[in-house]
C-alpha cells in the first residue's frame, strides 16, 4: 500500500531520532533540524507513540544513559514535542498482525517491525538512522539526511 507520488509527504519518527532531539544522542544536530522543520510546518511530522516504550527500554537495559531522571528526561520530550505541536502517532491494534509479517518477511527486530506497520497503516514516510528500513517495500523510508537535502 504505498503512497500515490503526488501525495504531500507525511513523516513518522521513531525513536532514534526523537532521542536524539535531546542533546544525548549522537545525531542531535540532525534530530535539531528535522524538529525545527516540522515546528516550522516545512514537515508534516509525527511521533510514533511506541519510540516512548523502546526509549524506556533502552534506559532500563543500559544500553543508553541519562545526565538527569528518567522522569525529567521523558517530561522534556513529551512536553517539547506538545510545546511545538508535534502529533503523537498511537498504534492500533492492527499495528500487531502486520508487524508479525513484517518480522518474517524481512526479519526485521520487534520495535522496527511495529514502526514498519505504523507507517504502512498510516501510510507515512518512516523516517530513521536505521537503514534496515530500505528492505520493506510496503513502505517509504528515508534517512534523515536525505530529508534534510531536500529542504535544501
Not at 4 to 12: G, I, N, R, T, V
Amino acid at each position: 500500500m504505498k503512497k500515490a507520488k503526488w501525495c504531500f509527504d507525511l513523516y513518522l519518527v521513531e525513536s532514534d531520532l526523537t532521542y536524539s532531539l535531546s542533546s544525548l544522542g549522537r545525531h542531535h544536530e540532525t534530530a535539531k533540524a528535522i524538529f525545527k522543520a516540522a515546528i516550522e510546518k516545512t514537515l508534516d511530522l509525527s511521533v510514533s507513540s511506541l519510540c516512548f516504550q523502546e526509549i524506556d527500554l533502552l534506559i532500563k537495559s543500559k544500553i543508553i544513559e541519562l545526565g538527569t531522571t528518567e522522569e525529567e528526561f521523558f517530561d522534556w520530550t513529551t512536553g517539547t514535542l506538545k510545546e511545538y505541536g508535534i502529533n503523537e502517532a498511537e498504534m492500533k491494534p492492527a499495528d500487531a498482525a502486520q508487524s508479525i509479517r513484517f518480522r518474517k518477511k524481512y526479519g526485521l527486530t520487534f520495535f522496527d517491525s511495529y514502526y514498519a506497520a505504523q507507517a504502512y497503516r498510516l501510510q507515512r514516510t518512516l523516517v530513521s538512522f536505521d537503514e534496515e528500513y530500505a528492505k520493506v517495500k510496503e513502505i517509504e523510508y528515508k534517512h534523515p539526511e536525505e530529508i534534510l537535502e531536500e529542504l535544501g
